[in-house]
T-cell receptor, first 109, second 113 residues
Framework: KNEVEQSPQNLTAQEGEFITINCSYSVGISALHWLQQHPGGGIVSLFM???GKKKHGRLIATINIQEKHSSLHITASHPRDSAVYIC???????????FGTGTRLTIIP | DSGVTQTPKHLITATGQRVTLRCSPRSGDLSVYWYQQSLDQGLQFLIQYYNGEERAKGNILERFSAQQFPDLHSELNLSSLELGDSALYFC????????????FGPGTRLLVL
């Protein structure tokens, strides 16, 4: 079993739909990072969070440390949101960084 | 544009060869991270440098080495290349050591033939 699991692996939705991508982890962490990788390969950091909730534009990220779970939500999805979304967990004490396998999101106009 | 630059963008080489990938962090960022993304392994953390010193080590092979120079740019050296080393190599930078948002470079695509 991977230490970081993402679901779903693939998600196709219509423009305007509310999107949820999940990340569950089995290790102790110090922080969790959500990344977006565009079809061309470029990676953009979306959020770094260690508790609670963060919001940036149409993107919302939440984390529940007790349940070892984080979600990334996209409101009013748009075709330009089509990308692979990757979560990564940090264990600063052990200097370990582990990535999930990513969720491929496709938004259809 | 993240402010992180990587050169070269593409590199094609043969097995057994050695290559050097270069990364310039964002102005003011002291930490540089190297990542490898291959088709079968996904993203993997290789190594982190902070202000010239190695800070954390991930799944970096012994054939690979890195360093960060006084001007804070970093180089990743890959030697005795194998077909399986073909991948996208990203560097990222952040202001401090940990807990900071990382800014990713565009990556170097390495193809080993």
């Amino acid at each position: 079993k991977n230490e970081v699991e993402q679901s779903p692996q693939n998600l196709t939705a219509q423009e305007g739909e509310f999107i949820t991508i999940n990340c569950s982890y089995s290790v102790g962490i110090s922080a969790l990072h959500w990344l977006q990788q565009h079809p061309g390969g470029g990676i953009v950091s979306l959020f770094m969070l260690s508790s609670g909730k963060k919001k940036h534009g149409r993107l919302i990220a939440t984390i529940n440390i007790q349940e070892k779970h984080s979600s990334l939500h996209i409101t009013a999805s748009h075709p330009r949101d089509s990308a692979v979304y990757i979560c990564a967990v940090y264990d600063f004490g052990n200097e370990k960084l582990t990535f999930g396998t990513g969720t491929r999101l496709t938004i259809i106009p | 544009d993240s402010g992180v630059t990587q050169t070269p963008k593409h590199l094609i080489t043969a097995t057994g060869q050695r290559v050097t990938l270069r990364c310039s962090p964002r102005s003011g960022d002291l930490s540089v991270y190297w990542y490898q993304q291959s088709l079968d392994q996904g993203l993997q953390f290789l190594i982190q440098y902070y202000n010239g010193e190695e800070r954390a080590k991930g799944n970096i092979l012994e054939r690979f080495s890195a360093q960060q120079f006084p001007d804070l740019h970093s180089e990743l050296n890959l030697s005795s290349l194998e077909l399986g080393d073909s991948a996208l190599y990203f560097c990222a930078s952040s202001v401090n050591v940990q807990g900071e948002t990382q800014y990713f470079g565009p990556g170097t695509r390495l193809l080993v033939l």
